[in-house]
């Protein structure tokens, strides 16, 4: 099981799923103005609040800070803020201090980012080392520990959503991780076909288009057709 929600192998790609995912690339590529419809988009489609709290969260590993701090903006304009809930999220994965919670974090990380790589997590982890092994660090640490490992929101939509911000931005190299990623942690492929397709009107269609080829390269879209 997940992370804060159904096994991915049978995660529906239903209307509150798809809502999440236009909003994730809407918060990578899209304007205030955008993100705000995304936001109403979600709420209509009754896509659960705690599940936008994380996406708008986890989005500062893939957009940065600017466009994470005003999604969070918009999102408390529409939402309101509840004090208790706020509190009791932001604390985490970790109950203790300092190395404690370094730790914890270290041991989600490793697990989360081996289930997102699958066979390639060792390649990856000396790929990173090489370029820096701060990054390295940080990457298991802060992204895949204090960040990707978080309840609230499942594997499998953390990644259909990181999909959707690699798309927006036309981040070629890190969709293709992910997009290995989406299998690797569970999702069907017709969940991954459903939810590129949603990107439609919503990502600049050159990137749309590179993504949807490179995803049938992936083994996804067309896999059928060519047996």
Same mark, same amino acid.
């Given at each position: 099981m997940i992370r804060g929600g159904a096994d991915a192998a049978?995660?529906?790609?239903?209307?509150?799923?798809? +809502?999440?995912?236009?909003?994730?690339?809407r918060i990578a590529g899209g304007s205030e103005l955008d993100v705000r419809d995304g936001l109403r @988009? +979600? *709420?209509d489609a009754d896509t659960p609040p705690a599940w936008v709290e994380e996406l708008i969260l986890q989005s500062y590993l893939f957009c940065g800070f600017p466009r994470t701090l005003n999604a969070a903006r918009e999102w408390r304009r529409l939402a309101g803020r509840n004090e208790d809930e706020v509190? +009791?999220? %932001?604390?985490?994965? %970790?109950?203790?201090?300092? !190395?404690?919670?370094?730790? !914890?974090?270290?041991?989600?990380? @490793?697990a989360t980012c081996a289930r997102v790589y699958g066979k390639f997590y060792e390649r990856l982890r000396h790929n990173i080392v090489e370029l820096h092994p701060e990054l390295d660090r940080w990457m298991i640490v802060e992204g895949y520990g204090?960040? =990707?490992? *978080?309840? %609230?929101? !499942? =594997? %499998?939509?953390?990644? =259909?959503?990181?999909?959707?911000?690699?798309?927006a931005s036309g981040q070629d190299r890190q969709l293709h991780s992910h997009l290995h990623g989406a299998r690797n942690v569970g999702v069907a492929d @017709?969940?991954? !076909?459903?939810?590129?397709?949603?990107? @439609?009107?919503?990502v600049d269609a050159a990137n749309l288009e590179r993504a949807k080829m490179m995803w049938g390269k992936v083994g996804g879209r067309g896999r059928g057709a060519e047996g």
């Open positions: 049978t995660l529906p790609f239903d209307g509150a799923t798809r +809502a999440l995912v236009r909003l994730a690339a @988009e +979600a *709420r509190e +009791a999220k %932001g604390r985490g994965l %970790g109950g203790g201090t300092g !190395d404690e919670v370094v730790g !914890d974090f270290t041991v989600a990380g @490793e204090k960040v =990707l490992s *978080r309840p %609230g929101l !499942d =594997l %499998g939509r953390r990644e =259909l959503c990181i999909v959707a911000a690699c798309v @017709e969940v991954v !076909d459903a939810a590129i397709d949603s990107l @439609e009107g919503t």
